[in-house]
């Protein structure tokens, strides 16, 4: 019998990165991402073994004690190492993230990232991409080996500095991926820089730590469009849809592609095909639905605000889009039940004052048909 070996996710997505076509660029390694300063490293145990903090359980010391130096983490600031994050005291919520991790590690408290998807903030330009998900930690407390209690859930404690209303749990995520998601940031702030040395290898940092991560190939596709590189573009962004499985991201961005080479049926049959894709980002079908709707893609909107129900169907913003998709199509009581489920959804009164008035326009259009 011939044992034939299969090429491993690194083989295979490894030809896609066009090395010859750039210059070496340093990046930074991830152990030098997380690594803090002597006197850093100092100030935090100090703080962390003091008498203040030692009737506090260990894992909630260290939320205390980013509340006690950190204000303004946001989707507005810059990807840091921990260093830099904890200098300035400022960051996006990957910078966050890491230096958590770097502060955990330091006093072996046991902690895991989630991924967490939030509506869209555009970067100032709208020129790369939106941001629709972040990275927040959990930290856990520590074990007591002095009880034989069987725990189902350990008590946890989540440092998120970008919580809101609309926020919708994402899947755990490992370490190889949130680096990988940190060298994807520092891509972008590089490729919005013009420095594209250092957006490539950044990309090709997140590769070679998550080879399978699908956004990495999705921005490497946003890459080659940008230095005009368009076949290179194409053949990444087909290995992302085909081999990885892809995005809706990722098929909103190659759909744009293809709308520039004015391949517009190649463009629909892509759309056509992307409810099938496995995303759990309802905000990203939101983004897909709102621009078939504005189209004159009725039916397709439909299918993904149902796509966006289906990822998030807590959010009222789901059932809101649905119930457009049916006004559209003249599909008044259904527009009506989804526009119901939104205002049951909505926490605001004003949220609720808007809905109330949307349906006593829709019983309006319904009576003149």
Known sequence: ????????????????????????????????????????????????????????????????????????????????????????????????ALLTKSLAEMVSIDMEFEKVNSLPVYDRKQRITEVSSHV???????PNDTTKKVVIRRPSVIIDYFPRQGNVRGDKVSSEEVFAMFYQNIAAEALEKGDMEKAFWSLWAAFKLAPENVETFNALAVFYRINDLTEYAENTYKYALNDLGGSASTVSNYAFLLSLQKRYVERDNLLESAEFIDDDNPYQWLDLAEKQLISGKFRLAERYYQKAVENGPYLHETYLGLAKSYVKQERYAAARKALKKAMSLSYLPKERRVYEGKLKALTQMQSTH
Do not use: W
């Not at 927040?136 to 520590?142: D, G, V």
């Open 1 to 96: 019998m011939n044992i034939v070996n299969q090429p491993s996710a690194f083989e295979l997505g490894s030809g896609y990165f066009k090395h010859e076509l750039f210059e070496k660029s340093r990046v930074i390694q991830p152990q030098d991402v997380l690594a803090l300063t002597e006197e850093q490293q100092a100030h935090f145990l100090s703080y962390f073994h003091s008498l203040g903090q030692s009737q506090v359980p260990e894992h909630k010391r260290i939320a205390n004690y980013l509340d006690s130096l950190l204000d303004g983490f946001n989707y507005h600031q810059s990807t840091y190492i921990s260093a830099d994050a904890l200098t300035l005291g400022q960051g996006n919520c990957m910078s966050l």
């Open 136 to 142: 927040r930690t959990r930290l856990f407390q520590q």
